[in-house]
């Protein structure tokens, strides 16, 4: 059954510092978020991508963060300054986006834990 | 504002014990409402959507219903496996983004 997949599952970095966390969607889909979680709080939405552009994004995600599909498969995420508070469960989903009528299914990846020292 | 409340926040059932748990939504026009379970550091699973007042699913032992106000997961005869984070959300008519719930915690014990 497909899935989908992201790398590394645990980073742990210092303050200051650039991480990019990656995920491969499944491969027919053509929707991808990305949503973090905050240790004991809600699955918070960042952004969605479609098309090669960001079709909508939270007020989390400001100008330290950013959104990749560098190849056909992969499908980043960067944060390029990081802080202490952007310690949380990060989690890329995708999705076929479904119709006017009918939604489609967001499939959830494993996460990646990010450690902000 | 899109908002999204489950209760309760956390319930301990015996095994084969069943109950309900439930999730109140407010959105301004609803695609569609999701229910997901959450292991401990892991994502969410995708268990059920839910499109309109009156429509139910079944999978297993879990059971999800849907009013135009709140949406119920319905557990029969819960195993120890169960147990999980159940997390509810909602998409709204204007937008792709899920808005969930803050989850309910489901111990069971054998």
């Known amino acids: 059954e497909p899935e989908v997949t992201q790398t590394p599952s645990h980073q742990v970095t210092q303050m200051g510092q650039e991480v990019i966390l990656r995920c491969v969607p499944i491969s027919n889909h053509l929707y991808f978020y990305w949503y973090r979680q905050i240790l004991g709080q809600k699955v918070e939405f960042l952004v969605s991508?479609?098309?090669?552009?960001?079709?909508?994004k939270s007020e989390i995600f400001d100008d330290q963060f950013s959104v990749e599909r560098p190849d056909g498969s992969n499908f980043t995420l960067k944060i390029r300054s990081t802080k202490l508070e952007d310690s949380a469960m990060y989690f890329c989903a995708s999705s076929n986006g479904g119709t006017s009528s009918f939604t489609d299914t967001q499939y959830f990846g494993p996460g990646t834990r990010l450690t902000v020292l | 504002e899109d908002q999204v409340t489950q209760s309760p926040e956390a319930l301990r059932l015996q095994e084969g014990e069943s109950s309900s748990l439930n999730c109140s939504y407010t959105?301004?026009?609803?695609?569609?409402l999701f229910w997901y379970r959450q292991d401990p550091g892991k994502g969410p699973e995708f268990l059920f959507t839910?499109?309109?007042a009156g429509e139910e699913k079944e999978k297993e032992r879990l059971k999800a219903t849907l009013t135009k106000k709140e949406s119920f997961l319905h557990i029969t005869a819960p195993k120890p496996e169960d147990s999980a984070t159940y997390l509810c959300?909602?998409?709204?008519?204007?937008?792709?983004?899920?808005?969930f719930g803050s989850g309910t915690r489901l111990l069971v014990r054998p």
């Open positions: 991508f479609y098309n090669n552009e960001i079709s909508e």
């Open positions: 959105v301004s026009g609803l695609r569609g």
């Open positions: 839910l499109y309109s």
């Open positions: 959300a909602v998409q709204a008519a204007s937008s792709y983004k899920l808005i």
